[in-house]
């Protein structure tokens, strides 16, 4: 499990930098986006996934975890989270979490 990141749609804001735990998130110097250099140590926390605002953040499910190359990535709404995954036959799915009741049991 891995993040990618599509250079083409990093801003360069540095939101996901301030957010990885792992501090795994480097800023290239000339141009300020985001890379992952070693995305084999990523632990799949999805905090950057839930920083980015550009949706150039995509979380990979590979074959480790039943995934077989699922991607999927977070847009944010007023008080929802809107995860979209694509699966690598092109079948795209949206799940849509409340924020304001997504902690309580």
Do not use: Q
């Not at 804001?13 to 070693?38: A, D, H, M, Q």
């Not at 140590?41 to 950057?48: D, L, R």
């Amino acid at each position: 499990m891995s993040i990618r990141i599509n250079p083409d749609l990093c801003a360069g804001c540095g939101n996901c930098r301030e957010v990885c735990p792992g501090s795994l998130l480097f800023k290239e110097k000339e141009s300020n986006k985001t890379y992952i250099k070693y995305p084999e140590e990523c632990w799949g926390c999805t905090s950057c996934l839930k920083e980015c605002k550009f949706e150039a953040i995509s979380y990979y499910l590979g074959a480790d975890m039943g995934g077989g190359g699922t991607t999927m990535y977070v847009k944010e709404e007023n008080k929802e989270l809107h995860w979209h995954i694509t699966r690598p036959d092109g079948k795209k799915k949206i799940i849509t979490i409340d924020t304001t009741k997504a902690n309580s049991y």
